[in-house]
């Protein structure tokens, strides 16, 4: 079974400039979650798909954050315009259905680095 | 205060040495607890879960919950090089969404 895919692995910006990871999911996998992981904390989360509908997105700073899951598979998520403070690893886990305790599946994540 | 606190170490051990690394938390409503197993610059990976208070045991790794203390324990016997990792605790309530603690980074030396 194929894990989760991201894209790029890694990526170096200017402050003020924008940026888009994306992510694939395991197959038939309905729930997507996008986290955020700073350097010395655990992650974050950003926002719950369920499908190609947001379930959660009570932590994204929805300012200059953006996400979105078309047709319900792949996903991709946007900073417009980046700031210092977004450098850290994003990582995209998704999970069979969004129930209590379903398992959640992590990709390797984007390394992002704003300068 | 945090929700999860779990202290970021490093944890420097021997092979072979028996390792408890520690959370606790201030939710209780949390219900679900999860310890996951970070390499560098990888994703976390689920090692254990459990859901109730006591321990829970998968060959070298005992996961133990204490429900009443708020406290949470993930044990390593038999410790190797190749469980040099960074070790998440998680936990969630009746949702799926996943509290971590910052993550404990463990060294076992050869």
């Known amino acids: 079974e194929a894990g989760v895919a991201q894209s790029p692995r890694y990526k170096i910006i200017e402050k003020r400039q924008s940026v888009a990871f994306w992510c694939n999911p395991i197959?038939?996998?309905?729930?997507l979650y996008w986290y955020q992981q700073i350097l010395g904390q655990g992650p974050k989360l950003l926002i719950q798909?369920?499908?190609?509908?947001?379930?959660?997105d009570s932590q994204l700073p929805k300012d200059r954050f953006s996400a979105e899951r078309l047709k319900g598979v792949d996903s991709t998520l946007k900073i417009q315009p980046a700031k210092l403070e977004d450098s850290a690893v994003y990582l995209c886990a998704s999970s069979l259905e969004s129930g209590w305790a379903e398992t959640q599946y992590f990709g390797p994540g984007t390394r992002l680095l704003v300068l | 205060q945090k929700e999860v606190e779990q202290d970021p170490g490093p944890l420097s051990v021997p092979e072979g040495a028996i390792v408890s690394l520690n959370c606790t938390y201030s939710?209780?409503?949390?219900?679900?607890f999860m310890w996951y197993r970070q390499y560098s610059r990888k994703g976390p990976e689920l090692l254990m879960y459990t859901y109730s208070s006591g321990n829970k045991e998968d060959g070298r790794f005992t996961a133990q919950v204490d429900k009443s203390s708020k406290y949470i324990s993930l044990f390593i016997r038999d410790s190797q090089p190749s469980d040099s990792a960074t070790y998440l605790c998680?936990?969630?309530?009746?949702?799926?969404?996943?509290?971590f603690g910052a993550g404990t980074i463990l060294r076992v030396k050869s």
């Open positions: 197959s038939g996998h309905a729930t």
């Open positions: 939710n209780s409503a949390f219900q679900y």
């Open positions: 798909f369920q499908n190609n509908g947001v379930v959660d």
């Open positions: 998680a936990m969630s309530g009746w949702g799926n969404k996943l509290v």
